[in-house]
């Protein structure tokens, strides 16, 4: 009956799935069956510009060229009709001249006739019609103002559509998520030297599987791509899957878009519980700062005996009191366990976070607690929390501290710490997050699920979540667990008892009065 019912709830999942990926993707058919209307309606509207921008380039040289003729045709006729005019009044005068010529042959006067000789030679010397030219200014010819558009008419009959280069194809097995960097690789299924670059479009989404028409991002867009690979650096993994995909585009055009890809992109993602935090820390969602007037016009003071025991005395107290907690929240850090926990368990897995302080930060702790941490308990004091502590107040120590023991760091103190935390193994280091150098590990068997812990004074912490574990302290965790683990680690066989020091068995525990 029970393998029964599990192979049903097993067929029920595969219907459930499979009824999911068809809703979407009639939602994606629907929206796509959309866009071919819209798109082509833009088109015709896109084609109808463009012929009557051609039509108006066209009417514009009709006019100008018709122009021109007109203007050749006043031309010539300005010059024939000056012509004609001046050979009419030549015409005339030469008439005239032929008569009076022709009158002086009948002179009978030998004194008279050599007279009107004379006279019709000086005429004759100074007629009209011996200066113009027996020539046309302008001829009748217009075939120099003559067009042949048979090339036009070639180029207007072979206009087609832009040519648009093929959708690429992304090469899956060549893509790379790592180290919070995403590369991406793609191909052109048929060459094509005309492509100019690509368009690299990516979301974030927490759906596996094809991308959906209705997600609650939008697409990125990455423009001029020249090669067909690219990587996106400096990414915050803040959902689990991204989406990828890429078209090409020529001089002229951008192809369809390449099958999209989805790419697995998680990380482990808190912020800072505010609702339990100490009151003179200001939280932000991820960034916490010490503020020293956070406790002041609470009626009830914290007495005297919530204090005791806890070896780090403040230089100045504050008032302060427990706010009222969240109906299932933990109550608020008070006292001087100026404490911060982080928003989100720790169950199983590996996970990696890292946390800035501020440069003029005197004293802070950085580690993992279970829950049930008190209100009054303060980070590496209690069997319950591991952390590394750094104190620039007064004396400058660098130590990891556990259960009220500490081993001093003989390394530097980081600008930037890294945390890398393996449930499953047990195991809590630390690094320079800048050079991925190791600071500590502890080895610790953990019983309950742990929280991300933070204790700040005077000073502020800003953190960076949705980090993959990077490559070098992936790469360093898998030899140092091939070699049976750290050497330099404060163990603990179970959290229930004192923790022992491996290698530090007379180390005495950290003088409180050095340390808020």
């Known amino acids: 009956m029970d393998s029964q019912k599990d192979a049903l709830q097993r067929i029920i999942a595969t219907l459930a799935n499979k009824n999911e ?19 082509s309606t833009q088109v015709v509207s896109d084609l109808e510009e463009e012929f009557d921008t051609l039509y108006s380039i066209l009417d514009e040289m009709k006019e100008s060229m018709t122009n021109t003729i007109k203007q050749e045709t006043v031309r010539k006729s300005h010059e024939l009709q000056n012509q004609l005019t001046q050979s009419t009044s030549a015409l005339e005068s030469a008439e005239e001249l032929l008569e009076f010529a022709n009158n002086a042959l009948h002179i009978a006067d030998e004194e008279e006739f050599t007279k009107a000789a004379k006279q019709i030679k000086d005429r004759v010397t100074m007629a009209p019609a011996f200066r113009l030219t027996m020539k046309p200014k302008a001829t009748d010819n217009m075939t120099h103002l003559m067009v042949d558009f ?24 060549d893509c790379l998520v790592i180290d919070n960097e995403v590369t991406i690789t793609w191909r052109i299924p048929v060459e ?7 368009i690299l479009e990516y979301r974030k989404t927490n759906h596996e599987g094809l991308p959906r028409v209705k997600d609650e991002q939008c697409w990125e867009v990455l423009d001029n791509i020249k090669t067909s690979e690219y990587t996106l650096q400096g ?15 020529n001089k002229a055009a951008a192809g369809d878009y390449s099958d999209p890809v989805t790419l697995e992109t998680r990380a482990f993602n808190f912020g800072f519980d505010s609702t339990s935090s100490h ?45 009222p907690a969240p109906r299932g929240a933990r109550d608020r850090f008070t006292g001087e366990s100026y404490t911060v926990l982080g928003d989100t368990s720790i169950e199983s897995g590996q996970h990696y976070w890292e946390v800035k302080p501020q440069k003029d930060c005197k004293s802070y702790s950085v580690g993992l607690a279970y829950r049930n941490l008190g209100k009054f308990d303060q980070l590496g004091k209690t069997n319950t929390t591991w952390c590394i502590h750094v104190n620039n107040w ?72 949705g980090l993959q574990i990077p490559s070098a302290v992936r790469s360093f965790q898998k030899t140092e667990n091939g070699l049976g683990g750290s050497n330099s680690s404060i163990s603990q066989q179970d959290p229930s008892v004192a923790c022992d020091i491996c290698f530090y068995d007379k180390l005495p525990s950290v003088d409180s009065s050095l340390m808020p």
């Open 192 to 198: 094509d030297s005309k492509i100019d670059h690509y």
């Open 21 to 39: 990926e068809l809703q979407n993707f009639i939602e994606t058919l629907n929206h796509t069956f959309g866009r071919v209307q819209d798109n």
């Open 394 to 465: 007064l004396q400058n120590s660098f130590a990891a501290k556990h259960n009220n023991k500490a081993k001093n760091l003989d390394v530097p103190v980081p600008d930037s710490i890294g945390v890398y935390c393996d449930f499953d193994r047990g195991q809590l280091s630390f690094y320079n997050a800048e050079n991925k150098q190791l600071l500590h590990t502890f080895k610790v068997r953990f019983t309950q699920p742990v929280v991300p812990a933070f204790m700040v004074w005077c000073g502020g912490l800003t953190l960076s979540t």
């Open 235 to 249: 990414l915050r993994f803040d959902t689990k899957f991204m989406n990828f995909r890429v078209r090409a585009c």
């Open 150 to 173: 048979s090339k036009e008419r070639q180029l207007l009959q072979g206009l087609k559509f832009l040519p648009v280069p093929r959708a690429p194809e992304i090469v899956l097995g």
């Open 279 to 323: 009151l003179n820390l200001k939280v932000e969602d991820r960034s916490v700062e010490w503020d020293p007037q956070g406790g002041k016009g609470v009626d009830s003071k914290v007495k005297g005996k919530e204090n005791k025991g806890s070896g780090t005395p403040s230089p100045k107290r504050t008032s302060v009191t427990r706010s």
